[in-house]
């Protein structure tokens, strides 16, 4: 399945859908060290996003997380690409700064976590994970 979204910040990235119906901040949800999601209560609470595609609607928070998503490129904890519904600027100023794909107004309900995805420039190829039979 292939979608199509806006630029937000250009490149090319493969991985593994880690996804969220939930918004995340990074300055406060994610140890920038670890680059595990640490915000109390949110479904994705304990799972590193390092080398993962990030699927989640928006960002949210202090615009210090645009920093903490650079720190976390710089650490090697960093997601390899990002999906959003809409990128506020928290979200598009940090996936800039820290050279990471990121692309929005894409659907992330056709996208699961386990989905293996490609994202280049504004296209977003998934490849739907295989159940276990």
């Not at 990128?87 to 692309?103: D, N, Q």
């Amino acid at each position: 399945m292939e979608l199509k979204g806006r630029i937000i910040s250009k490149g090319v990235a493969e991985g593994e859908a880690l996804t969220t119906s939930q918004p995340i901040s990074f300055y406060g949800g994610v140890n920038p060290k670890t680059g595990m999601i640490i915000e109390k209560k949110h479904e994705l609470q304990g799972k590193k996003v390092k080398d993962k595609i990030l699927v989640f609607p928006t960002g949210k928070g202090s615009t210090v997380g645009s920093y903490t998503l650079y720190r976390m490129k710089k650490n090697n904890t960093a997601p390899a690409g990002i999906i959003n519904e809409k990128s506020e600027t928290v979200v598009a100023v940090g996936a800039i700064i820290s050279e990471i794909p990121c692309v929005d107004k894409i659907d992330i309900s056709k996208i699961e976590t386990g989905d293996t995805i490609r994202l280049e420039n504004d296209v977003v190829e998934i490849e739907k994970r295989r159940t276990p039979r």
